[in-house]
């Protein structure tokens, strides 16, 4: 099940299957979000409880192992509707046998959209729902469409961050966190975008800076992307493809040979019996 929302100069589209935005657009039409084409069958996936691959595919608590694929399962439930309106809607998704199957902890993960002024607001929020610390991650995973016109070519596009990004960037192996830092490839706020800088899979910003970054070309339409209470930022694209995510996270994958207790996991928030962690990306046309 679908649901529209609009504010008059958006409009956006979020399904129950995994809470994901299906679609954003402008009073133009111009669509923003990727729409699962063959290269990737998705559109802006929510990550969680994991950011990423775990060791193995491996969850280990409490002397057990648990099988949990990269990014976690959410993107693959079924939400249930807390409210739908017009310029508005929220979703949760519940442990239950299934999830505690993967996941051995009781939480509600709700996700919020809303659109005012011209800008989407997407909610994240974890609720520890249990007796014991919830560990967990999550993040976001929205793909825009690069192009965002036809008649604009790939290599115009660039990223542009709102504070200079000087910091070393992070890549994985076999989709698990290398130890090896290398030079980033942004120069000041600057990222020129180029298919080939993702021939090694996504770039990991750990110690961004930035709180905001645009997705542009000197000319046409373009994105804004800002986030509060994620930590971490991976930009991916599949090289071949035409789309480009920018990823705001709270977590990323696991080290290269990791296999401690999964709340010993870097990265991780550590959540209290009975508190919330949120967090809330925005995305705005520009």
């Known amino acids: 099940m679908e649901h529209e929302i609009t504010d008059g100069r958006l409009r956006a589209v979020i399904k129950a ?20 084409g063959p290269a990737w069958p998705r559109h802006a996936p929510v990550l ?20 949990m694929t990269q990014h976690g399962f959410a993107r693959d439930r079924a939400f249930s509707w807390i409210e739908r309106g017009a310029d508005s809607c929220s979703l949760q998704l519940v442990d239950d046998e299934e999830t505690r199957a993967k ?10 959209y809303r659109l005012a002024a011209g ?11 249990g007796a014991e610390t919830l560990p967990a991650s999550f993040g976001a995973h929205p793909a825009f469409n690069w192009p965002l016109r036809p008649d604009i070519a790939q290599e115009d596009y660039a990223l542009i961050f709102s504070q200079e990004e000087p910091a070393p960037i992070r890549r994985l192996a076999g989709g698990l966190m290398t130890p090896d830092e290398f030079a980033t490839p942004i120069e000041g706020k600057r990222l020129a975008l180029r298919e080939n800088l993702f021939e090694a899979d ?15 070309a000197p000319q046409g339409p373009g994105v804004e992307v800002e986030w509060d209470g994620f930590r971490e930022l991976g930009i991916w694209m599949k090289p071949g493809a035409r789309f480009l995510c920018v990823e705001p996270w709270l977590g ?35």
């Open 17 to 36: 299957a995994g809470a994901e935005l299906t679609s954003l657009t402008d009073a133009e039409r111009t669509e923003y979000i990727w729409q699962a």
């Open 48 to 67: 969680f409880p994991i950011v990423g691959r775990l060791n193995d595919d491996l969850l280990n608590h409490g002397g057990k192992s648990y099988r």
């Open 103 to 112: 996941y051995p902890f009781p939480f509600r993960l709700e996700l919020s």
């Open 119 to 129: 800008v989407l607001h997407v909610g994240f929020a974890v609720v520890n729902t």
């Open 202 to 216: 996504a770039i990991i910003l750990d110690r961004v800076a930035s709180r905001s970054v645009r997705f542009a």
């Open 252 to 286: 990323a994958a696991s080290p290269i040979g990791f296999e401690g207790p999964f709340e010993t996991k870097p990265g991780l928030a550590l959540i209290a019996p009975g508190e919330t962690r949120s967090a809330e990306m925005r995305i705005r046309a520009i």
